[in-house]
């Protein structure tokens, strides 16, 4: 099991924060996806380590920015 952290920007409600949670939950191998509009903080639980990529990408398709933080 893998664990990765994002600071995501441009998010300000619950309903930025569902559609982050959407577009990342389709990548492969993610099992949780906890995100808060507040904190500007995305964890992502996966099976195996996610491509940093894929994961700024599926952000990107969400209308936000992510950078990597752990």
Same mark, same amino acid.
């Given at each position: 099991?893998?664990?990765?952290?994002?600071?995501?920007?441009?998010?300000?409600? %619950?309903?930025?924060?569902?559609? *982050?949670?959407? +577009?990342? /939950?389709? =990548?492969? %191998?993610?099992?949780?996806?906890? *995100?808060?509009? +507040?904190? /500007?903080? =995305?964890?992502?639980?996966?099976?195996?380590?996610?491509?940093?990529?894929?994961?700024?990408?599926?952000?990107?398709?969400?209308?936000?920015?992510?950078?990597?933080?752990?």
């Amino acid at each position: 099991m893998s664990t990765s952290e994002y600071q995501v920007t441009g998010m300000t409600c %619950g309903h930025c924060e569902m559609s *982050v949670r959407e +577009e990342v /939950g389709t =990548l492969p %191998g993610v099992q949780d996806v906890q *995100v808060s509009h +507040e904190t /500007g903080r =995305l964890v992502i639980t996966a099976a195996e380590p996610l491509d940093d990529a894929a994961v700024i990408a599926a952000v990107d398709e969400a209308g936000y920015q992510a950078v990597r933080t752990s």
